[in-house]
């Protein structure tokens, strides 16, 4: 708690005696009245503590995310982990990487009506939609093939507008927005638009510090942390001052490290885990749901992939971040595998077998049973054996475990395969026809005013 509290500190400095660039002039102005203070361009602005600490106060410690089907899930500080799937640009299709269009959306959509752990499906740059319109037709894409979250990627001002009159179609907040800092140090006019058009009506709101270690941010951990955490502070308080009480989540995961030799960005490292860590670890610091990836460099469904995801999952479940995007996800968020959202919702479920740990009590101890076996006998056929072994052992839905065979085939291709069964399967997002047409009534709408 005391590196914390030292982080929190340091952002505070930052934000007094230094600030944050919001480029929007309506925005700024706003924030101003609400007691910031000008920084040192006309673009600038420095926010004293105690506002701060009250736009924190005003947000709310729970978030309700609501699903097509009219269900809900509420993410709290220390709630279960939930996970999405990741805004990309790209589909691999096992023989070629491609831009994403609206079939992709679609099947990815409808696969994640299958797979458990998947809890959100997020829209994606379609290739074959003009980008003033991606966010509103995404989401009308995923409503009528999903039954979860919908969460919207946001393009435009006026989308959101087309988005805001989507929302009292289905019932609660079956879509949620949000938006990144292009630091350091900086909010754009792009993301304040959108804050600022969508206040008003509780659209939960995703704040996502980006800060890229050795570029945008200081090289160290810490250092990175500070610059992020300012941040994100900047834009709940943002938020705050557009529409108090607006649900906010606290994502400080999506925090970068640049590769000195190759000159990438790496997101599915050691310190994004590290990174991840703090970002649950400073929501719960503020009280608020927390976010992050789960993210790899890797190209394809390999080796690579499976030890940075597994790395990511394990410790973004262990540490308790809320909401986990990245399902599906390869090349650092940039392309998506409909075999790997098969391979990733069976690493959740082995995770969340590790995590949840053995008990030992009387009955799983179970002195009864190792008296009736003794010496020399077999507890294969005992009925302590035939009414536990379900519960106690983990049994994979993709993984391999039987012994080698002419049918036997490596997990990519087993992964991917499943995923074109699962497709096969005729699905309900749960949306009436005639939702379905309002959505299209206000897309056809939107397409020919923006």
Known sequence: MEDIQKIAAASLEVLETIGVRLEHEEVRARVLRAGARPGLTNEDVRFPREMIEYCLASAPRSVSLGNVDGTATCLTPESESVFWTCPVLHVWTGEERREV?????????RLCNHLDNVHGVMGVALADVMPQHRDFVGVRIIAENSRKHVRALCF?????????????????NWF????????????????????LRSAGQGIPVTINGEPMAGVTAP??????????NAEILAGIAVNQVLEPGRPVIYNLGLAHVFDMKHATAITGGPENAL???????????YQLPSSSWVSTESLFEDEQAALEKMLGFLTH?????SLIWGMGQLESEMTLSLAQLVIDDEMVNVVRRYLRGFEVDNESISLETIRDVGISGSYLEHDHTFQNFREHIYHPCLLNRAARNPQSKPLHQQAREKAQELLKEEEDSGISPEISAEL?????????KI
């Open 275 to 285: 990174l991840a860590r703090l970002s649950a670890e400073l929501g719960r610091f």
């Open 156 to 172: 435009s001002g006026p989308g959101m507008e087309a988005l805001a009159a989507m929302k009292p179609l289905l019932p609660g």
């Open 317 to 321: 479940v262990g540490s308790k971040v």
């Open 176 to 195: 949620s927005i949000g938006f990144t800092a292009h630091g350091p140090l900086r909010w754009t006019n792009l993301a304040l638009d959108v804050f």
């Open 101 to 109: 269009r609206s079939e992709d959306l679609i099947a990815i959509s």
């Open 440 to 448: 299209r009534k206000i897309e056809q709408h939107y397409r020919q």
């Open 219 to 228: 090289v160290t951990v810490a250092g990175t942390a500070v610059v992020g």
